[in-house]
């Protein structure tokens, strides 16, 4: 993992709730996508992205988004995320348009 | 006679000493006697007119030679002997006893003439067979001739008409004897004195004395004159034998002619008694002095050539042990020259590999030490190493500033004790133990137990000193441990202060090191500086001084760029030319940014986009830009520099240039690029041109053949900017 971003996740009955700390951007997305990918077990039917301490989201981790939605789709898992109204990256993800196509929740309650 | 082979001088005289030497005295009195009258026996049978005219008288040659080889002192036998051998054939007793006094003084005299001029027995001279010819047989003979002669008249037993006649034969007679017999005896000692012959040399001895003695037997006999065939034999004998041949030889000749003469046979019996008397004298006389002459000119020449060889031989000899001890010394001489040389080659082999480990250690060391500073936005760096100018010594030294998590810049100094490779290889060893150790926890207590706990598993017999920091760029605070080494110093604004703070003993000193991490935040517009101990050390001189230099010089410079510092702290401090111990210096400036328009340039990696955005980010800050502006504007910058990263340099790498500036109100942020660059819009998802777009409110893209430039501009949301909502 770099020193950029951080990943932990938890899985409580068939949900896993991945935390990504730290910024995401052209030199680490590929990291982030594979560090969630190997943090979630194959049960789990829901994943919750936490993006509440992600201090910095560029186009590259927006794309990572995409296309982690994507591939756990086939899989017939669900994503959803988690962006705090004050959160730094609230504006990439209404530009983006990504809290119209994925589920997005305010806090992972 | 043999017994007495030798025996010269006087040992034999009537004052011997001891009994035994008066019976060998008195046996060889004895036998000279009984020789004496024997060989007069035997004179008296070749007698040539009745019984008293004797062509050969061998007595006086066996004389001559009892007392050349023997003594002088042996006279009583020869003329009792002599008297012996006269009294029946003389005219009463009186005249016996002269007659014997002569037959004994002649040979007396002529032994004493002999030895005054210095006759050698061994006739191996001319002079030697001169002097037998003339002073033993000639000379000395006239005595006994003239007193035997004359008494032959006085006792009447011949008339004085007749005096001449007795006396010549008489002379003739004895002289004859001495020549032919006193040569053969004297030659018999050589046979013992001599090298012995080989039996080759014994038959040519034997054939000669056959054939002499078969040639002398005819030729008497014979009515022919054939005596003149036996000079060559008797040649012949000298030539190849010398004296041991030509004695023996003439001997036998001149006894069968006398015997011939005597017995008037063969050719003697046509002469009258004068007449064979002249004759057989002179032969016997040619036959001598022939032979004995011959016999000492070979041997003479024989000797000079055996002289001439042996001299020839001494001079090979010496010539060859003076080869020998040239080429002795020669071979000494290459030996010393060779061994010079070897010492020559070992010590310049000993200088090159001195040289060679020197420039190991320093190739090492410098390939040790990081070749350039990392390019960190938030701050500036400088650091020079200056390697001791002495022959053999490579130290320790070393710095490093390692790019830590969240902007934090590890930045470290230490120095191995020691020198050389082994120095340089256990720097190396520490200085890569810190870097993992920091990257994994940069905490300086952390690195510091984890470097302290590896160095004491290796076992590392160097004492190493060391202080380690954490500078963070946000809060420009230090956090810092020092193992042993001298406090970093920082200045600027006309104030400076040592970070003395934290010193704990030296890594690999003691057991349990309890690291303390102590604080300083860094003023506007200081400088820290990182140094070893050859910067302020000086011989003689408490380091103290040393010490009050550096601030010194350091304030005096604290407007200059980092590099200018260093390099002005080092030449004022330390001789260049004459570096005693290595010397490291670092020197890291915060970038104070405030108020000031941004710029930077940086390579174009993916790696620089989280510095980019963190120098913006404070920029941002330091110039007062509310958090949503700061994220938003932060993003569209990150876009911009992300696809300059990503797409302007696909062959070549190059820099990226992020300037920003605040005008009216208003954030003016630029990246320029000298690649080819694309719209966002071009590749897949389009998402970052959508982003700037969205969250600037203009932005312009100038695309030219020499690069790209976007410029963004978003107006404030903080009305003290100076700008209208």
């Known amino acids: ?109 | 006679m043999t017994g007495l082979a030798g025996k010269r001088g006087s040992r034999w005289t009537f004052g011997a000493r001891s009994r035994r030497d008066l019976v060998r005295y008195l046996s060889a009195v004895l036998l000279v006697g009984v020789a004496y009258y024997v060989g007069a026996r035997m004179g008296l049978t070749l007698s040539l007119v009745e019984r008293n005219v004797t062509p050969l008288w061998p007595p006086t040659g066996i004389a001559v030679a009892a007392f050349l080889l023997g003594s002088r002192s042996l006279w009583p036998g020869v003329a009792a002997a002599a008297f012996a051998v006269n009294l029946p054939i003389s005219e009463g007793a009186l005249a016996a006893a002269v007659t014997a006094a002569g037959n004994t003084l002649a040979p007396l005299a002529a032994a004493v003439l002999l030895g005054r001029v210095g006759f050698r027995r061994q006739l191996d001279r001319r002079r030697d067979a001169l002097a037998i010819v003339f002073v033993g047989a000639l000379a000395s003979t006239l005595i006994s001739a003239t007193i035997g002669a004359g008494t032959l008249v006085v006792s009447d037993a011949i008339g004085s008409d007749r005096l001449l006649n007795a006396w010549a034969v008489w002379w003739t007679g004895d002289a004859m004897g001495v020549l032919t017999v006193a040569p053969f005896l004297l030659c018999l000692p050589l046979f013992r004195e001599l090298p012995a012959w080989s039996p080759a040399r014994w038959l040519e001895a034997v054939a000669i004395l056959v054939v002499a003695g078969a040639t002398i037997t005819w030729a008497a006999q014979s009515e022919l004159r054939a005596l003149y065939l036996l000079p060559p034999v008797v040649g012949w004998a000298a030539w190849r034998l010398q004296l041991r041949g030509a004695a023996p030889t003439a001997l036998v000749v001149s006894l069968v002619a006398t015997w011939s003469a005597s017995q008037a046979d063969g050719w003697f019996a046509r002469e009258s008694v004068f007449e064979r008397m002249f004759t057989l004298q002179t032969f016997n006389a040619c036959i001598a002095l022939s032979s004995f002459f011959l016999a000492a000119l070979v041997t003479e020449r024989n000797r000079t050539a055996a002289a001439l060889e042996a001299a020839t031989v001494e001079l090979e000899d010496r010539v060859e042990t003076r080869t020998a001890e040239l080429s002795a010394a020669n071979a000494r001489l290459l030996e010393e020259i060779k061994e010079r040389f070897e010492a020559e080659e070992q010590l310049s082999q000993e200088e090159a590999r001195a040289r060679r480990e020197h420039e190991i250690a320093e190739i090492l060391q410098r390939s040790l030490l990081p070749d350039r500073m990392p390019q960190i936005p938030a701050v500036a760096l400088a650091a020079r190493y200056e390697p001791a100018t002495s022959d053999v010594e490579v130290g320790g030294d070393w710095y490093d500033v390692i790019q830590l998590r969240d902007g934090l810049i590890g930045l470290a100094i230490g120095d191995v004790a020691g020198h050389g490779p082994s120095a340089a290889a256990a720097m190396g060893q520490v200085r890569m133990a810190l870097r993992a150790y920091a990257v994994q926890d940069p905490s300086p207590v952390s690195v510091m137990s984890g470097v302290h706990r590896l160095l004491s598993h290796l076992a590392m017999p160097e004492m190493v000193t060391l202080i380690y920091l954490v500078f963070d760029p946000a809060t420009r605070t230090l956090r810092f441990t020092n193992a042993g080494h001298p406090p970093p110093l920082i200045v600027g604004g006309g104030k400076s202060k040592y970070l003395e703070n934290g010193l704990a003993p030296p890594l690999g000193v003691t057991a349990e090191p309890d690291y303390m991490e102590y604080r300083q935040t860094m003023w506007a517009g200081s400088t820290l500086l990182l140094y070893t101990d050859g910067l302020v050390e000086r011989r003689r001189e408490s380091i103290q001084l040393g010490l009050h230099r550096l601030v010194r010089e350091a304030l005096r410079r604290q407007g200059a760029d980092v590099d200018e510092l260093c390099d002005g702290i080092l030449s004022s401090l330390i001789e260049m030319d004459h570096v005693a111990d290595d010397v490291a210096l670092l020197a890291m400036r915060p970038l104070s940014v405030a108020g000031r328009p941004l710029a930077l340039t940086l390579p174009a990696e993916p790696r620089v986009l989280a510095d980019a955005r963190r120098v913006l980010r404070q920029w941002l800050r330091d110039s007062a830009v509310t958090t949503e502006d700061e994220d938003e504007i932060l993003v569209a910058c990150g876009e911009a520099c992300a696809n300059v990263v990503q797409h302007a340099y696909a062959t070549a790498p190059g820099s990226l240039v992020l300037e920003a500036r605040i005008v009216e109100g208003a954030v003016e942020a630029t990246v320029r690029d000298q690649g080819a660059w694309r719209a966002p819009a071009e590749r897949g998802g389009g998402w970052g041109l959508q982003l700037i777009r969205g969250l600037m409110d203009s932005v312009d893209v100038d695309r030219t053949a020499d690069g790209t430039v976007v410029r963004m501009r978003r107006r404030l949301k903080d009305a003290e900017h100076g700008g209208g909502g």
């Open chain 1, 1 to 109: 993992m770099t020193d950029l971003a951080h990943v932990d996740a938890t899985t409580v009955d068939s949900t896993t709730i991945v935390r990504v700390r730290g910024e995401i951007d052209l030199s680490n997305a590929a990291e982030v996508r594979d560090a969630i990918g190997a943090a979630v077990p194959d049960a789990t039917t829901s994943i919750v992205l936490d993006l509440s301490d992600t201090a910095y989201l560029d186009s590259a981790g927006i794309a990572m988004i995409f296309r982690l939605a994507e591939r756990l789709g086939y899989n017939r898992q669900e994503l959803r995320l988690v962006v705090p109204p004050d959160a730094p990256i609230r504006a990439v993800i209404r530009l983006t348009q990504m809290d119209r196509i994925i589920p997005t929740h305010h806090s992972v309650d």
